[in-house]
């Protein structure tokens, strides 16, 4: 249940090399009472706590001084109405096996999340999306354990405060949550979403099934995301930038082809990969990090990488990025420090 000094290398996809003083297996909900026990235990020692599902959108910066609670909780429960398939699923369920287990079953809806790593209960942290979807778009509501006080909790979907790569479990009070299972649902009067820029070319003289979207999705994140399993990343390292509109029309009437979508509260939303692109930092490499070939918003371990080549990309990526657009990027990925969750402007003051 409990390994001590572990190596963090196979938990992590940017596959770098760390330790954690503890890593405790959340198997079952029988372990609850045993948890808690372990974090009051770990908090008297001033031990810091990480939750960790898949690692696949996490960067450890250094050696974990503390306590991992990795998630495994699994199980999934169906039940269905006249409208609608009701999925209770536990948090460390694996999110594309479950996206692909709906679709070969019929339960439609799910299909533009397809290949996403990861588990099922890190989707409502950062509100995964994709290809014109989110996770929101079929939340009904998110289990939790405060682990500060041992009670099971739920929160509906408009209590999860959801927005882009955002939601509640991202704010300091939530910390303590940890997500145990989710509740999906799927309605059987399925809608496509295939509007989204490469899944226009589906073929539109016939019908399209969720099957086609899955097929397409699945193509076109092959093509350009690397498998983590063979070339280690996090996927997008940036968030896309939202600035204000006057920013957005002045890069554009020098950059008349920049990819740009307004929001609803008139602000604009720009493509980081694109002014990465524009910078000409493709391939650019520091260490053993380097900006991908084929999609410049994620950066990848080439084989050898510590974590401080991939830091010093990250900020030279930044910098640049600001330099060449004046534009801010703020980073997706979770840095994770010794003593708990940093941040790329922490770690560069402290070296
Ligand atoms: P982890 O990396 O283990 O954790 C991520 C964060 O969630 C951490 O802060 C952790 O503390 C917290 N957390 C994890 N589990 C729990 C829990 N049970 N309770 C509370 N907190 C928890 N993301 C997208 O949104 N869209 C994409 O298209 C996409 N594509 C990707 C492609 C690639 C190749 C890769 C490597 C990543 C991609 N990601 C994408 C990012 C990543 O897959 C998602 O963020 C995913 O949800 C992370 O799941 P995980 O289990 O690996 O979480
Ligand atoms: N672009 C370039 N050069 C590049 C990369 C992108 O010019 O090197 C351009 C593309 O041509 C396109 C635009 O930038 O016009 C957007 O690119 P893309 O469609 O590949 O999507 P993205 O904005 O880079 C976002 C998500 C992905 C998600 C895809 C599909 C974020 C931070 N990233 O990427 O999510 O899979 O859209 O919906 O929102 C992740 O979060 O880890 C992730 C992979």
Redesign the pocket.
Known sequence: MIETHCSLKSFNSFAIEAQAEQLFHLTSRSQFPALITHIKQAKQQNMPILILGGGS?VLFCEDFAGLIIKVELLGVDITETAHDFHLCVGAGENWHQLVSDCIDKGMDGLENLAL?PGVVGAAPV?N?????SEFKDFCQSVEYIDLASGEVQTLNREQCLFG??DSIFKTTAFKNALITQVQLTLSKQWQPQSR???LNDLDKTQPVTAKQIYQSVCEI?ST??PDPALLGN???F???PVVKKELADALLSAHSTM?HYPQPNGDVKL????L???ANL?GHQIGGAAV?Q?????LVNRGEAIAADIIQLAAFVRDTVKQKFDVELAH?VRFIGAQGETNLAEVLANV
Request: glycine letters at 14%; proline letters at 3%; zero cysteines.
């Open positions: 959108n996403i950062q995964i999306g994709a290809y014109g882009y790569r989204y820029g490469a994140r350009k995301l996090a996927g997008s940036f968030k896309n990819p493509a980081a990969g694109w990465i692109d524009q493709k991908h084929q999609q410049a918003l994620v997706e």
